[in-house]
């Protein structure tokens, strides 16, 4: 079964201090490795998609890496509004079927 | 501006009485989505749909049914609502199906007492 581990559960950081989130991932046959941002009360918000290991991404203070069994989102000099939870979801072929599984997510708290 | 609504954002209703969560997006999306999200679950598929007519169950389908008649909207249908179906639902879209790069709704807040 198709597995997606997010960690750590919540982060809190002091504006400005670099970190990493992180994916684990246990599939077969990935075709896609996808992060979101979720705001509270809102719906989650499309970030990057990843396809293979090695492949990098990046949007402002956020950067998206990935390897054969995990990716992970660094985020760097954190500013307030970077507060959301953080979501990975992974494509994955299973027989003929395509399924999305999504992580729990890393709740990531910058403050002042 | 590209969106996806839904309606209604809150609703508490109790055991039993049919209720229908409508969905409505206005990209011409052909793939379409219905999630709920549980805290310690993270978000499961509930159904989808890859065109008009066309519906398949994702991991958690009892109790729910879903239709698409016109490409735009894909309403969640209750039809009878138990407590475990208290949850944060959420419809989502995309260009074709399954490429992961979804397009979410704000959500709805069902409470079945």
């Known amino acids: 079964e198709d597995q997606v581990t997010q960690s750590p559960e919540a982060l809190r950081l002091q504006e400005g201090e670099s970190s990493s989130l992180n994916c684990s991932y246990t599939?077969?046959?990935?075709?896609?490795l996808f992060w979101y941002r979720q705001d509270p009360g809102k719906g989650p918000e499309f970030l990057f998609t990843l396809y293979s290991a090695g492949e990098e991404k990046e949007k402002e203070r956020l950067k998206a890496t990935l390897t054969k069994k995990e990716s992970f989102l660094h985020i760097t000099a954190p500013k307030p509004e970077d507060s959301a939870t953080y979501l990975c979801?992974?494509?994955?072929?299973?027989?003929?079927?395509?399924?999305?599984?999504f992580g729990t997510g890393t709740r990531l708290q910058v403050t002042l | 501006e590209a969106q996806v609504t839904q309606n209604p954002r809150y609703l508490i209703t109790v055991t039993g009485k049919k209720l229908t969560v409508t969905c409505s997006q206005n990209m011409n999306h052909e793939y379409m989505s219905w999630y709920r999200q549980d805290p310690g679950l993270g978000l499961r598929q509930i159904y989808y749909?890859?065109?008009?007519?066309?519906?398949d169950k994702g991991d958690v389908p009892e109790g729910y049914k879903v239709s698409r008649k016109e490409k735009r909207n894909f309403p969640l249908i209750l039809e009878s609502p138990s407590p475990n179906q208290t949850s944060l639902y959420f419809c989502?879209?995309?260009?074709?199906?399954?490429?992961?790069?979804?397009?979410f709704g704000e959500g709805s807040r069902l409470t079945v007492l």
């Open positions: 979801a992974v494509h994955a072929l299973t027989g003929t079927a395509s399924k999305l599984t």
């Open positions: 989502a879209s995309s260009l074709i199906e399954n490429t992961g790069e979804l397009f």
């Open positions: 749909s890859m065109n008009v007519e066309v519906t």
């Open positions: 599939v077969s046959g990935l075709r896609g």
